[in-house]
């Protein structure tokens, strides 16, 4: 399992983990896409944006590797504004691709997305 270095490993002052320490033995968990809804409470909001944010800074539009990024806080963003970079794709793979859809970022997140 690759480790992102430099990435950070939770939203500062709250529980929101952003990265694993380590592999999981029985394999990574799979990524599905969460359905983020109008009622969602402002901390959660929050932490989608951080951790959108964090993903941008070090990713940019370059595909990446899933490696360490937690499943649960990528899955809120998993098929919108992160997508499958390669094809086939197992959403139960730590060394799977994916890339940032810039479109669907560019509409959920325009203050991070600048052109």
């Keep these: 399992m690759l480790k992102h270095r430099g990435f950070p490993g939770r939203l500062p002052g ?4 952003f990265t694993l320490r380590r592999a999981n033995p ?3 968990t799979e990524l599905t ?3 983020r809804r109008s009622d969602r409470r402002p901390p959660d909001r929050r932490a989608d944006e951080a951790f959108f944010k964090a993903l941008w800074e070090s990713f940019g539009t370059e595909p990446f590797e ?4 937690d499943a649960g806080r990528l899955s809120w963003l998993f098929g919108r504004e ?5 094809d086939p794709f ?3 793979d ?3 691709m994916l890339v940032i859809d810039l479109q669907a970022a560019q509409q959920s997140y325009p203050h991070i ?3």
């Design 66 to 69: 899933r490696g360490n990024l």
């Design 33 to 35: 896409r969460r359905e």
């Design 94 to 96: 730590y060394e799977a």
């Design 90 to 92: 197992d959403p139960a």
């Design 82 to 86: 992160v997508i499958p970079a390669t």
């Design 26 to 28: 029985k394999g990574a």
């Design 113 to 115: 997305v600048e052109e």
């Design 14 to 17: 709250t529980d929101y983990q």
